[in-house]
């Protein structure tokens, strides 16, 4: 490295590693990296060079071991959701199937709207020693490779075909991580050849820089607008998204609600918005919702939607709400502030909130909120009931009970794909904001173990007295289970609850509730297995590291929690839940899925008539 005239001589890959670890975010009066380190594998395509630059910057860039690269994926959004999207991580793979790898978690991260660099390694750009391992060839188009799948799952893409574009390529892609409508995962494809030439790098480029997450203004003629459909209202109605989270405005959501005396109901990323103590917390909305939630969405005349896209798990495939009710959306991005003819304020969640209410003289009618504020409490006594102990077979609902009783208020709950969402959803007591991460804008499984590895890295940094537990079913875990290994070996430690119902047991439900036979998803049902037998969780759990114990009950699950929250060491608790009893029964909206609308089986056929009765309510787009 020598500097000349202002200038350092860089490689392509010391020089974004070098301009990475100068980038700061100023988060409550502290400057920190606004990249907090990496996830890596190594291989041929970006050892030699991008490795070289991580080595020589370890201290300002940690870079974490991965098993997996869909793993080392989910554990970066894991990291930027815990962060509220203020901090990223990023993955390197090396060329062809490691990068390819990381296709589902770019996926998951561009679903859920959440920031991930990807610095994955790519062919050369000589092409001289083509076909080179691992090289898709495409005869008629010499520079589309697989990093070209990428283009639909990020909002940033880039190729750096020459050193220089380093200076315009970086900082264009933490401008999209760091934005509030843009934000999503950025990709840097870097030639194996090109990660290793050099250039005269001005050294102004690798001065220190603060970024600030950008507060977009909303337009004073749309506040008048949402302003004059709430002051007309009669039941109106809050939804609740991720978004108030990312834009730190619970606290304002709360203030609103209160001075407005509006009924709030939480979306599945909204959750842990509200406190379930909360007066005007009605619950989770839609297919995996409470009925108290859907009972007022059905005659809400004015919905005010913050942060939230109305994914169909929240607005029930549209059905969830009154044809005439008008919808006024508060979104950082405009695409999902105008969906389904809302009046759309584009613009942050805390802002917009402010100037919304500011000058508002306006409450809601006071038997509306009783009558929002009876359904919330008939939905409390239901979830008590379904959380009890003994009220039936070992449960998911039975389990997250037994946690929500004894964990600390600021532990870090975390579930993804399979029937667990669905059920923390329902039936989680939130004990303090931001405290829950259902993913189920991608519902991926494996995501569980891996995004709550991220998350502890996060958390260790600020709540390092804390625990981060996972809610998974044993399908999830057999599909990636192997960062519980990475969890022991950086000591990140996880409570990881392994719930076992014998295979694929929620989706099993969905073909039964259409009519249809079970096949081929619980593992008692699959024609293709002779003599099926169950996974020993414990003992794999334990050969990856971790303190592992199998228990037969609530009771003792309860037991064995507590010792799992004395322990420093990552924990799997084993218990199994029956796979057909003991599903929350109440609290679901109208889904819509596929059905057959011909078949030759009468139960089958009865289940697509009884699926399309439900379509009399849905909101054709408007």
Same mark, same amino acid.
Not at 211 to 220: F, K, N, Q, V, Y
Not at 368 to 380: F, G, H, Y
Not at 440 to 459: H, K, L, T, V
């Given at each position: 490295?020598?500097?000349?005239?202002?200038?350092?001589?860089?490689?392509?890959?010391?020089?974004?590693?070098?301009?990475?670890?100068?980038?700061?975010?100023?988060?409550?009066?502290?400057?920190?990296?606004?990249?907090?380190?990496?996830?890596?594998?190594?291989?041929?395509?970006?050892?030699?060079?991008?490795?070289?630059?991580?080595?020589?910057?370890?201290?300002?860039?940690?870079?974490?071991?991965?098993?997996?690269?869909?793993?080392?994926?989910?554990?970066?959004?894991?990291?930027?959701?815990?962060?509220?999207?203020?901090?990223?991580?990023?993955?390197?793979?090396?060329?062809?199937?490691?990068?390819?790898?990381?296709?589902?978690?770019?996926?998951?991260?561009?679903?859920?709207?959440?920031?991930?660099?990807?610095?994955?390694?790519?062919?050369?750009?000589?092409?001289?020693?083509?076909?080179?391992?691992?090289?898709?060839?495409?005869?008629?188009?010499?520079?589309?490779?697989?990093?070209?799948?990428?283009?639909?799952?990020?909002?940033?893409?880039?190729?750096?075909?020459?050193?220089?574009?380093?200076?315009?390529?970086?900082?264009?892609?933490?401008?999209?991580?760091?934005?509030?409508?843009?934000?999503?995962?950025?990709?840097?494809?870097?030639?194996?050849?090109?990660?290793?030439?050099?250039?005269?790098?001005?050294?102004?480029?690798?001065?220190?820089?603060?970024?600030?997450?950008?507060?977009?203004?909303?337009?004073?003629?749309?506040?008048?607008?949402?302003?004059?459909?709430?002051?007309?209202?009669?039941?109106?109605?809050?939804?609740?998204?991720?978004?108030?989270?990312?834009?730190?405005?619970?606290?304002?959501?709360?203030?609103?609600?209160?001075?407005?005396?509006?009924?709030?109901?939480?979306?599945?990323?909204?959750?842990?918005?509200?406190?379930?103590?909360?007066?005007?917390?009605?619950?989770?909305?839609?297919?995996?919702?409470?009925?108290?939630?859907?009972?007022?969405?059905?005659?809400?005349?004015?919905?005010?939607?913050?942060?939230?896209?109305?994914?169909?798990?929240?607005?029930?495939?549209?059905?969830?709400?009154?044809?005439?009710?008008?919808?006024?959306?508060?979104?950082?991005?405009?695409?999902?502030?105008?969906?389904?003819?809302?009046?759309?304020?584009?613009?942050?969640?805390?802002?917009?909130?402010?100037?919304?209410?500011?000058?508002?003289?306006?409450?809601?009618?006071?038997?509306?909120?009783?009558?929002?504020?009876?359904?919330?409490?008939?939905?409390?006594?239901?979830?008590?009931?379904?959380?009890?102990?003994?009220?039936?077979?070992?449960?998911?609902?039975?389990?997250?009970?037994?946690?929500?009783?004894?964990?600390?208020?600021?532990?870090?709950?975390?579930?993804?794909?399979?029937?667990?969402?669905?059920?923390?959803?329902?039936?989680?007591?939130?004990?303090?904001?931001?405290?829950?991460?259902?993913?189920?804008?991608?519902?991926?499984?494996?995501?569980?173990?891996?995004?709550?590895?991220?998350?502890?890295?996060?958390?260790?940094?600020?709540?390092?007295?804390?625990?981060?537990?996972?809610?998974?079913?044993?399908?999830?875990?057999?599909?990636?289970?192997?960062?519980?290994?990475?969890?022991?070996?950086?000591?990140?430690?996880?409570?990881?609850?392994?719930?076992?119902?014998?295979?694929?047991?929620?989706?099993?439900?969905?073909?039964?509730?259409?009519?249809?036979?079970?096949?081929?998803?619980?593992?008692?049902?699959?024609?293709?297995?002779?003599? !099926?037998?169950?996974?020993?969780?414990?003992?794999?759990?334990?050969?990856?590291?971790?303190?592992?114990?199998?228990?037969?009950?609530?009771?003792?699950?309860?037991?064995?929690?507590?010792?799992?929250?004395?322990?420093?060491?990552?924990?799997?608790?084993?218990?199994?839940?029956?796979?057909?009893?003991?599903?929350?029964?109440?609290?679901?909206?109208?889904?819509?899925?596929?059905? !057959?609308?011909?078949?030759?089986?009468?139960?089958?056929?009865?289940?697509?008539?009884?699926?399309?009765?439900?379509?009399?309510?849905?909101?054709?787009?408007?």
């Amino acid at each position: 490295m020598t500097s000349i005239q202002g200038t350092i001589r860089l490689t392509t890959a010391q020089a974004i590693i070098r301009w990475l670890a100068s980038q700061y975010i100023e988060i409550d009066g502290e400057e920190l990296r606004v990249c907090g380190g990496g996830f890596g594998i190594f291989g041929h395509g970006n050892v030699t060079c991008l490795g070289e630059a991580l080595h020589g910057m370890q201290e300002e860039l940690p870079l974490y071991r991965g098993q997996n690269e869909q793993g080392m994926g989910f554990a970066a959004a894991g990291y930027a959701k815990q962060w509220l999207r203020q901090r990223f991580m990023f993955c390197t793979a090396s060329a062809g199937p490691g990068t390819m790898n990381l296709l589902t978690a770019a996926g998951l991260a561009h679903a859920n709207r959440l920031p991930m660099l990807m610095l994955c390694g790519d062919g050369f750009l000589t092409r001289l020693p083509d076909p080179v391992l691992q090289q898709m060839e495409n005869y008629g188009d010499p520079t589309f490779g697989v990093n070209d799948a990428f283009k639909p799952v990020v909002r940033y893409w880039d190729r750096i075909t020459h050193p220089a574009q380093v200076i315009q390529s970086l900082p264009a892609a933490l401008a999209t991580m760091l934005d509030p409508a843009d934000c999503g995962p950025a990709f840097i494809g870097l030639p194996q050849d090109v990660q290793g030439w050099a250039w005269d790098f001005p050294q102004e480029l690798f001065e220190k820089k603060i970024h600030r997450i950008r507060r977009i203004a909303p337009d004073e003629a749309e506040i008048a607008d949402a302003r004059a459909a709430l002051l007309a209202a009669k039941r109106p109605m809050i939804i609740a998204g991720g978004g108030v989270q990312y834009s730190r405005a619970a606290e304002d959501l709360a203030a609103f609600a209160e001075a407005h005396r509006i009924p709030v109901v939480e979306t599945i990323a909204g959750r842990a918005n509200l406190l379930a103590d909360h007066p005007f917390n009605i619950g989770p909305i839609g297919v995996t919702g409470s009925d108290s939630a859907n009972a007022i969405a059905q005659k809400a005349d004015v919905i005010l939607a913050v942060g939230t896209r109305l994914q169909d798990f929240t607005t029930g495939s549209w059905t969830a709400f009154d044809a005439g009710a008008q919808i006024v959306a508060i979104n950082a991005a405009r695409h999902d502030a105008g969906k389904h003819r809302a009046l759309p304020v584009v613009g942050d969640a805390k802002r917009s909130l402010e100037a919304l209410g500011r000058g508002l003289d306006y409450a809601a009618p006071a038997e509306w909120v009783e009558e929002a504020q009876a359904e919330r409490r008939d939905w409390d006594a239901y979830v008590a009931r379904n959380v009890k102990p003994g009220n039936g077979p070992n449960s998911y609902a039975q389990a997250i009970g037994v946690v929500n009783e004894l964990c600390h208020e600021r532990d870090r709950i975390v579930a993804a794909a399979g029937g667990l969402p669905a059920e923390v959803t329902a039936n989680w007591r939130t004990l303090d904001i931001g405290t829950v991460d259902v993913e189920f804008g991608f519902s991926c499984m494996g995501y569980e173990i891996s995004g709550a590895w991220g998350a502890r890295i996060a958390q260790e940094q600020r709540e390092p007295e804390r625990d981060t537990i996972v809610f998974i079913g044993d399908g999830s875990y057999m599909m990636m289970n192997s960062d519980l290994y990475s969890s022991v070996l950086s000591r990140k430690k996880l409570i990881v609850l392994v719930l076992d119902n014998g295979g694929f047991a929620v989706i099993n439900k969905l073909q039964n509730n259409t009519g249809n036979e079970s096949f081929n998803n619980l593992l008692a049902d699959c024609p293709t297995i002779p003599e !099926p037998f169950a996974v020993d969780f414990e003992a794999h759990a334990r050969a990856q590291g971790a303190e592992a114990v199998t228990v037969e009950n609530p009771a003792e699950l309860g037991e064995a929690f507590r010792r799992a929250q004395a322990s420093d060491r990552s924990q799997v608790i084993v218990m199994k839940v029956d796979a057909y009893d003991g599903w929350t029964a109440q609290g679901h909206a109208w889904w819509e899925v596929g059905t !057959p609308e011909v078949t030759t089986n009468d139960k089958v056929r009865a289940g697509h008539e009884n699926q399309e009765r439900g379509r009399s309510r849905q909101r054709r787009g408007v």
